[in-house]
């Protein structure tokens, strides 16, 4: 099984509705990335968060970090087309400094 | 634009085949990470490499093989290749040993047939 489970696998929304992507670990969490992929491209880092309540946003996009449930959210704010993509969360569950990532989840934003 | 060049960009070859994937780093950064994103393993950690040493390893085959070398690109060598090895193999570089911020080239997709 998955070190680190994403929810939901897929999602379709409307362009300008609200959604929440989550990310949880079967181990302790020792900083928690987040990523976007575009469809056959390379993945471009979003945030990171290293501490638990940490809570960052970039434009329209939010991740919090809940330690104590080994859990992490991304929220996207009036989503927009641009968004579509695959987001990964990302982490070094073994405080080994290998960083593994999520099973991903496939957004699409249509108009 | 990254900054990390991964060639080739597409291989197709045939089982039994070895191929080279190369990745050069952005410049400055001392760490490569190699990553493998197929359909149903999703990305998969391989292998990293910092300064020319091998740092942390991951579920990579004993088939596959990966070395830094002193200019800090790296090569990740496929062999008696099989049609499950088929995927998108990414490269990653960063400045230091370890941070979760890494800058991934755009893959080489390799079809083996």
């Known amino acids: 099984s998955q070190e680190l489970e994403q929810s939901p696998q897929s999602l379709i929304v409307q362009e300008g509705k609200n959604l929440t992507i989550n990310c949880t670990s079967s181990?302790?969490?020792?900083?928690l990335y987040w990523y976007k992929q575009k469809y056959g491209e390379g993945l471009i880092f979003l945030m990171m968060?290293?501490?638990?309540?940490e809570e960052k946003s970039h434009e329209k996009i939010t991740a919090k970090l809940d330690e104590k449930k080994q859990q992490s959210s991304l929220h996207i704010t009036a989503s927009q087309p641009s968004h579509a993509g695959i987001y990964l969360c990302?982490?070094?569950?073994?405080?080994?400094?290998?960083?593994?990532f999520g099973t991903g989840t496939r957004l699409q934003v249509f108009p | 634009d990254s900054g990390v060049t991964q060639t080739p960009k597409h291989l197709i070859t045939a089982t039994g085949q070895r191929v080279t994937l190369r990745c050069s780093p952005r410049?400055?950064?001392?760490?490569v990470y190699w990553y493998q994103q197929s359909l149903d393993q999703g990305l998969q950690f391989l292998i990293q490499?910092?300064?020319?040493?091998?740092?942390a390893k991951g579920n990579i085959l004993e088939r596959f093989s990966a070395q830094q070398f002193p200019d800090l690109h790296s090569e990740l060598n496929l062999s008696s290749l099989e049609l499950g090895d088929s995927a998108l193999y990414f490269c990653?570089?960063?400045?230091?040993?370890?941070?979760?911020?890494?800058?991934f080239g755009e893959g080489s997709r390799l079809t083996v047939l």
């Open positions: 990653a570089s960063s400045p230091r040993l370890f941070t979760g911020e890494l800058f």
């Open positions: 181990k302790t969490l020792y900083g």
């Open positions: 968060l290293q501490k638990g309540g």
């Open positions: 990302g982490a070094d569950i073994r405080n080994t400094d290998k960083l593994i």
């Open positions: 410049s400055g950064d001392l760490s």
């Open positions: 490499y910092y300064n020319g040493e091998e740092r």
